[in-house]
Structure formats: structure tokens, C-alpha cells
């Protein structure tokens, strides 16, 4: 039965009417998720499309409610009491690490063959070979600080480039972050001109090498002037 026909009885909240439109629009997005032909996907992948599509739904009204104060409590108590959003998830989003859990079902442990939550939610910096989407949900990656946007990483995204990116950027975040050794940063500050040394003494003249020759060290002098 279609949320229209569903509601149509009911006494809606003020504020109803300016998420309306959006809602259906998701159902209908829903609808034909659900009817699109399976040829030449696997069994797992057809619902990948469904899980993606609950996700933006659901985040719609928590960003409405909890980040923009667009939604009144009345209205948002009406969305869950009605089924028309997924109360355990949005409530899931507001705790630490679970920020843009892509659904429930990646972290139900029952549902792998080893009792683990979904490979979503292992870091992308933590994950060697091949990057592949959740077989369950079609999510890359749905763990706080990977996501594209703030969002999760889904199997349709332009990842690859995107997560080498980011480790190359974690590897030189690290090598920034690695101590330099006394005579390493002697030598940068030397190249730099900023050791505290006289611009003599940097160009040879009062250094602890070998004294110049008389006659090299009087045309020296000349080029910079103090002859």
C-alpha cells in the first residue's frame, strides 16, 4: 500500500506538507528499485539499490530534525510511529564511530559466515588488496572520517582514486610527523641560510675548512663588495 493511501486517514502534524513531496518521491525511487530486473546481477546485489535508497531517506529526516531544527518533535514522533523511518538506525547515527552507518544489518554479526559486522566497517586505511563493497548492503565503506561528502562510500562511487588518495596523504602526514635528527635539520637549516651563521662564514670565508688561496679570497671579496 502506497504511504498515500496509507495516511490518507490520518491526522498529519503541522510540516507534513513541506516533507510530502520528498517522501514520495523516495517510495517511488523504492518502488522501482524493487521491480528493476535482476538479469546478470548476483542475488546479494539487487538489494544493494534498496539499502542505499533507506539510507538517504532516513538521513533526510535526521538532518531535518537533529541538524537543521526544521522538524517539529510532533512530526518526527508521527514519521516513527507510522514506520516511515527507521528509528533504530537514525538513533544508531547519533553515537560515536556509528555517524554514517550505512544500515543496520552491517553491524548484526549474525548475518556473516565468521560472526563479524560487515567489511563496511573496517576502515579503508586498514584494508589491504582489493577494495570491494559489503556483499549485504553494497556500502564501501560506511566508517566516520572515509566517507565522500560525509557520507558513506557505496559500491556506485568513484572510490578507488579516491581512497588511494587518501592513504597517500595519511603516509606523508606521517613522514611530516616522523622526528628529524640533529645533524639532518643542521644541514636543511645550512641549505636555508637560516642556521644564525654570517653570510661570510656560509660562503666560505672565517669556515672551519681549508683556507682559501690569497688571491681567490681578494677576488671573494671584490664580488661581494667588502673588499
Not at 566508517?143 to 556506485?156: A, E, M, N, Q, R
Request: charged share 30%; proline share 6%.
Amino acid at each position: 500500500m502506497s504511504l498515500k493511501v496509507r495516511l490518507a486517514s490520518k491526522r498529519k502534524p503541522a510540516g507534513w506538507s513541506d516533507i510530502e513531496a520528498a517522501l514520495l518521491e523516495f517510495e517511488e525511487r523504492m518502488r522501482q528499485a524493487v521491480d528493476d530486473p535482476h538479469d546478470g546481477k548476483r542475488k546479494a546485489e539487487s538489494s544493494w539499490p534498496i539499502h542505499r535508497i533507506h539510507y538517504e531517506k532516513n538521513r533526510y529526516i535526521y538532518d531535518l530534525y537533529y541538524k537543521q531544527q526544521k522538524l517539529s518533535k510532533e512530526l518526527y514522533e508521527f514519521l516513527v510511529r507510522e514506520k516511515i523511518v527507521d528509528a533504530p538506525l537514525i538513533s544508531k547515527w547519533r553515537k560515536p564511530g556509528y555517524e554514517i552507518l550505512c544500515s543496520m544489518s552491517a553491524i548484526q554479526r549474525g548475518g556473516t559466515n565468521f560472526g563479524t559486522t560487515s567489511i563496511c566497517r573496517v576502515p579503508l586505511s586498514q584494508r589491504g588488496g582489493q577494495i570491494m563493497p559489503s556483499v549485504t548492503t553494497g556500502c564501501v565503506s560506511c566508517v566516520s572520517g572515509d566517507g565522500i561528502d560525509g557520507g558513506p562510500v557505496w559500491w556506485t562511487d568513484p572510490f578507488t582514486s579516491w581512497a588511494a588518495k587518501k592513504k597517500a596523504d595519511k603516509k606523508q602526514q606521517r613522514k611530516r610527523e616522523q622526528p628529524i635528527d640533529a645533524d639532518t635539520e643542521a644541514r636543511l637549516k645550512a641549505m636555508r641560510g637560516d642556521d644564525g651563521a654570517p653570510a661570510a662564514d656560509r660562503n666560505g670565508a672565517g669556515s672551519s675548512g681549508p683556507p682559501l688561496d690569497a688571491d681567490v679570497d681578494a677576488r671573494l671579496r671584490a664580488l661581494r663588495g667588502d673588499s
